[in-house]
């Protein structure tokens, strides 16, 4: 990184190098602070989005659950507070997934799609 610094004639590029190694260190609160925050970020706005980033990069929950580490380890609140709304998209999507199985099912048969409740493999609505 600081070749590529260097061939810029930054001013601020020994600083800049410095704060790096100390966020890749993970020694000092604000490193910590600033990686937690930069797993959480990406969080949002996936959330916001409804998962659909996720789904289109067909990030698993496990996937998703390893890079949201250093939120457990430094911020555990927050993790758990992600932990509710992790748990909240795998049922909306695993109710998608059924419920476009079971229209495309119907579809293949020359029934059309019912809009009714679906239940999951316990009994529990995923609706």
Not at 6 to 13: H, P, Q, R
Not at 83 to 91: F, S
Request: with cysteine; net charge positive; aromatic share 10%.
């Amino acid at each position: 990184m600081h070749r590529r610094l260097a061939k810029y004639d930054l001013t601020f590029g020994a600083e800049l190098r410095n704060l790096w190694l100390e966020y890749e260190a993970q020694e000092s609160l604000e490193s910590r602070w600033v990686r937690v925050l930069d797993r959480f970020m990406p969080f949002l706005v996936n959330l916001e989005a409804r998962g659909r980033n996720w789904q289109q990069q067909s990030i698993n929950r496990s996937q998703l659950l390893q890079v949201c580490q250093p939120i457990r380890e430094y911020a555990p609140e927050i993790y758990s507070w992600m932990l509710v709304r992790i748990e909240g998209c795998g049922r909306r999507m695993a109710y998608r997934c059924v419920k476009d199985a079971h229209a495309r099912s119907l579809e293949t048969e020359g029934g059309s799609p019912g809009c009714g409740r679906l239940s999951g493999p316990v009994g529990r609505s995923l609706h």
